[in-house]
């Protein structure tokens, strides 16, 4: 995970999801065309929060 200098928006590595999580996504709020999602371990948690200010 890192910071874009540009925006200041993060940007986010995490490993993708199987198909049957994908479709269980999808049901419940569709992701568009130009977005993914992603799954963050556990572990990163405390780095999120540090990078949000909240650590």
Known sequence: MWVDEADGSLVIQ????????????NATAP????????RIPARMA???RGAMGDG
């Open 46 to 48: 405390s780095v999120l």
């Open 14 to 25: 995490g490993y993708k999801l199987d198909a049957e999580t994908m479709g269980e996504v």
């Open 31 to 38: 992701v568009q065309e130009n977005e993914t999602v992603v």
